[in-house]
Each structure stands twice: as structure tokens, then as C-alpha cells.
């Protein structure tokens, strides 16, 4: 006797008395919450940008030392190689692993071909860890998840266009990671100027087929999809980082006091730091993690599984 095969779209049905299995949403929040949440997000850009700056604001701590020069004849220091720092951040009962990659400042040396190399090998790699864990007979329960989610690619305030490198390295970077890129240390551009040069990055970006996050699904409702396209349209996002108070109006708040006045990190007339927060914390974090296994780690998964598969035919034929 055949069995019947299991109905893709079934009828809804109101149950006539409580069950109780709406509570499986609890139970799901209790487990997430006692196991906790992990965030990898990698920082790109030249040296001197203040990435080490915007990350530390971007999450209220202090998580990584600036490399910034603080004595006139001591210079500069640099990122030499990428290193990963990790911090348990706690924040109403919820834990969050976050893992950040500072990346070496790239386009800094005389022949820069080939600068973004180490970086997208990084990244490569950590797809790689993960899927050779996953193919293992006796994997662990909870695969340790190194993969980046997010990439924060920072631009140089020149208020012209972005250079020939920069293309190259969002190109790369796009193919294998989620990029959001934003214009650092904007307060140095009047808001005329920066809205013509975040026009002009975005106009080089579409010319080049450089696709950003977010992406777009099926499964997205209107207003998902209608946020995606605020986000879009706000790219890149121009950001100023501050870890020090200044006083305004009597009240401490994060910013940059210069001879014109202050620069209110948080003041959404000055900067959109509080929507790239938004954006990265509030609204997109999980879609953020959702995406890279779904889209960048899968694309990775089914090229090896492929080549493995050709290279193991290869192997059948020479050895018949």
C-alpha cells in the first residue's frame, strides 16, 4: 500500500479547546536565551578611519583600543594582520557573543594589487571551518559559528567619488559577505556635500553591479520590504564615532567638540550613527546571521560539495 504524500498547503483549523502549543514560542525564547546570541562583524577600510572608534560607539563599551596616534612624535599605529576580539555584551537578561575582525587598513602601500586578497581568504575560511565541521560523522551539537555576518566597509570623506581600489575591494567583499557601507568621520562634509557624494557612491556601485544588503525575499511582508528600501535609499551611511561626553544644554551626550560647536553623535541632524545602530542592533540583526548562512554560506557549500563531487568522478575515471 502507497503511502500518501504529506500536503504542502493544509487547511487551517481553529482548535475548539486551548492546547497549548502556542507557548512554543516561550519555550524557543528560553532556550535562545539561556544559550545566548553571537554576532561576527569585520571592519574594512584605510587606516585612520576610526573603525576602532565606530565599533566601540556602536555598542556603548569599550571592545577594541583605537590605533589612533595620541602624541605628536609617536606614529601612527596600524592593524598588520587580521585579529579577531571577542566580548560577551549583557543587556536585559541577553547575552551576546560579539566577535569583532579588525582587518589590516588596505590600499596603504605602494602596490596595493592584490591588498584584498588576505581579507576575502578570511572570510573564505571561516566558511570553509564551519562546513568541515558540519560533514564530520560525530559533529557537535551546536557547531561553533565563526562566520562573518556582517562587513562594515568604511570610505574615505573625500567628497568626491570613491578611488578605483575601493570598487574593487566592495566587489570582492560583496561576493562573499553582507557589506554596509558607510562614510566615515561625515562631519567633515557640509550636508550638501555629503549628500552629493553619497549620490555619487551610490551611482558608481549600481554601474558596477555591486550588490549591498539588504537583500530582498519572498518571505518578506510589506513593510520588511518597504524598511529594506528606506535602508537602500539612506546607503552608505554617514557616521561619526565619539566614546567621549561633551556637555549640551547641561547634559552629557557622545560627541566631538570642535571651535564651530558640538557634533552629537546621536543627533540624527548631525549624522545617521543612530540609524546605522538601529539598523544593525534593532532591526536586522537576526536577518544579518539569517542571510550569511542562507545566502553567502550556502553559494560557498554547494561550489565545494560540487567540486568535490567532480574531483571524486575524476579520480573513478583515471582509476579504471
Known amino acids: 500500500m502507497a503511502a500518501s504524500a504529506i500536503s504542502s498547503h493544509p487547511e487551517d483549523i481553529t482548535a475548539a479547546s486551548y492546547v497549548g502549543f502556542d507557548s512554543i514560542t516561550r519555550q524557543i525564547e528560553h532556550k535562545l536565551l539561556k544559550r545566548g546570541f553571537q554576532f561576527n562583524v569585520m571592519v574594512v577600510g584605510q587606516t585612520g578611519l576610526g573603525k576602532s572608534t565606530l565599533i566601540n560607539t556602536l555598542f556603548a563599551s569599550h571592545l577594541i583600543d583605537s590605533k ?10 596600524q592593524t598588520t594582520e587580521i585579529s579577531a576580539l571577542s566580548h560577551v555584551i549583557v543587556e536585559n537578561g541577553v547575552r551576546l557573543k560579539l566577535n569583532i575582525i579588525d582587518t589590516p587598513g588596505y590600499g596603504d602601500n605602494v ?13 573564505k575560511d571561516q566558511h570553509s571551518a564551519y562546513l568541515r565541521k558540519e560533514l564530520t560523522a560525530m559533529r557537535d551539537r551546536f557547531i561553533p559559528d565563526t562566520r562573518i555576518h556582517c562587513c562594515l566597509f568604511f570610505i574615505n570623506p573625500t567628497g568626491h567619488t570613491l578611488k578605483p581600489i575601493d570598487i574593487v575591494v566592495l566587489k570582492k567583499l560583496a561576493e562573499v559577505v553582507n557589506v554596509v557601507p ?3 568621520k561625515s562631519d567633515s562634509l557640509t550636508l550638501e556635500e555629503r549628500l552629493i557624494f553619497k549620490q ?11 550588490r549591498l544588503y539588504p537583500f530582498d525575499a519572498d518571505e518578506l511582508d510589506e513593510e520588511e520590504l518597504q524598511l529594506n528600501e528606506r535602508i537602500r535609499d539612506m546607503l552608505p551611511f554617514a557616521i ?30 548631525h549624522c545617521e550613527f543612530v540609524y546605522l545602530r538601529n539598523f544593525l542592533t534593532r532591526t536586522h540583526l537576526q536577518d544579518l546571521i539569517e542571510t550569511t548562512a542562507q545566502i553567502h554560506y550556502e553559494t560557498f557549500r554547494s561550489k565545494q560539495l560540487l567540486a568535490l563531487k567532480e574531483s571524486s568522478a575524476k579520480a573513478q575515471q583515471s582509476s579504471a
Open 240 to 269: 561619526v564615532g565619539s566614546e567621549r561626553n561633551v556637555i549640551v544644554d547641561g547634559k552629557p551626550v557622545r560627541g566631538r567638540k570642535n571651535r564651530w560647536g558640538v557634533i552629537n553623535v546621536e543627533d540624527e541632524r
Open 111 to 123: 602596490n596595493n594589487e592584490g591588498c584584498w586578497d588576505p581579507i576575502v581568504k578570511y572570510i
Open 182 to 184: 558607510v562614510i566615515a
Open 200 to 210: 555619487r557612491i551610490m551611482a558608481e556601485l549600481q554601474y558596477n553591479q555591486i
Open 68 to 77: 589612533g596616534r595620541v602624541e605628536p612624535d609617536v606614529a601612527p599605529r
